[in-house]
């Protein structure tokens, strides 16, 4: 018996005062909301043009006239979850096309990324499909200036939603889309007026929406269209936010391992960047070098994307991880990417390229060495 597909999850993020409270309150009144289950902080955020369709001695949950769902946050989010299939289940309710979730201001997102992950029950029923963030146009460049978390936010969001652009001069907004491009150069910006904005955003950015059948053995796609896999890596745009140079030092002698660097402004600690290696990659190498990366500085790896081509594979592998953590790699179809290279896209909290290359560089050498 097949298993049901998974259901996307998209993340709303955002500092306090960011908006996300205004959007979420346009979006579940929007019919393509329909079906989707939204997780949010408390019901007073939204409008009162809904009925009670669940009530159990754990949580509530409610039904707009637009058919979106929404339930609130209570502690743990895989049992806030299960709690709110169940209870729709009792009710005879369709189990949701579509979940969002609603993080807190004050935290970052990468342990919710990391959750959906490592936690059984979620990986098996749910898949992340985007990560949103909304920034105050007013407010974000001081923001980003005294809070780390805001940075991260931004950091490893597919999206970014510049919002209350009504409250900041031109000059302002310009200032904060360019420093949202040097936090994350892959990231999508939108501005956004008293949350005026189609629910159609929040959906496909992952993996599942550039390759849909990516880590399973369904094989009739293998040469498909619909893989557009570099789509989701998004590699060029490093490529196209240089800053300094790479010192001579790392430059010389290193056919193998290259890399495009990020900048940054104002005290923003955060680093991303492009990694790719020339030739295909042994096994063990990739498992010593990202092994040892996550041991001495998982903290700080906030996302990393990767598609890799390995010497005991004809086929690539899609790489996802957040801070300590990797999702299971995906094989993809051997003619879903145009190259045989390997590209790492790194997002760091003030982790250097330069520490990601010599670490390469060492496992390379001593695989080398050994054979």
């Known amino acids: 018996m097949r298993e049901p597909p998974l259901i996307p999850i998209n993340v709303l993020t955002g500092f306090l005062g960011s908006g996300k409270t205004t959007l979420l309150n346009r979006w579940v009144h929007q019919t393509s909301m329909g079906n989707t289950l939204v997780v949010i902080n408390e019901f007073g955020a939204i409008g009162l043009d809904h009925q009670l369709i669940t009530q159990s001695d754990e949580q509530a949950v409610i039904e707009m006239s637009s058919g979106c769902l929404c339930c609130t946050l209570r502690g743990d ?213 990202l092994d040892i990366l996550m041991s001495l500085m998982g903290d700080k790896m906030l996302r990393i994307k990767a598609i890799v081509h390995l010497t005991d594979r004809d086929t690539p592998l899609a790489l996802h991880g957040v801070q300590h953590i990797f999702h299971p790699p995906a094989p993809l179809p051997k003619n879903s990417v145009g190259d045989r290279v390997s590209r790492f896209v790194f997002i760091t909290q003030n982790v250097t390229p330069e520490t990601v290359a010599e670490l390469y560089r060492f496992f390379h050498a001593s695989q080398e060495v050994a054979q």
């Open 77 to 289: 989010l895989s049992r806030t979850l299960q709690q709110a299939l169940e209870d729709l289940e009792a009710q005879d309710k369709a189990l949701p096309s579509r979940v969002v979730i609603e993080t807190t201001g004050l935290a970052s997102p990468t342990s919710l990324l990391q959750l959906l992950m490592t936690d059984h029950w979620l990986a098996h029923r749910f898949k992340l499909d985007s990560v949103v963030c909304c920034v105050d146009a007013a407010n974000g460049m001081g923001t980003l200036d005294a809070h780390r978390e805001s940075q991260q936010q931004v950091a490893v969001a597919e999206k970014l939603l510049i919002t209350k652009t009504d409250l900041a001069s031109e000059e302002t907004v310009s200032q904060l889309a360019n420093r949202l491009a040097r936090l994350n150069p892959a990231a999508e910006q939108w501005q956004v007026v008293n949350g005026e904005l189609s629910a159609d955003l929040l959906v496909g950015a992952g993996l599942a929406r550039h390759a849909p059948y990516a880590g399973t053995d369904n094989d009739a796609h293998k040469d498909s269209q619909e893989y557009q896999v570099e789509k989701w890596l998004k590699a060029g745009s490093y490529a196209v936010h240089q800053s300094d140079p790479l010192t001579p030092r790392l430059l010389t002698g290193a056919p193998l391992g290259s890399y495009q660097p990020e900048g940054s402004s104002h005290s923003d600690n955060i680093k991303s960047f492009c990694f790719s290696v020339n030739e295909l990659i042994e096994p063990e190498v990739l498992e010593n070098w």
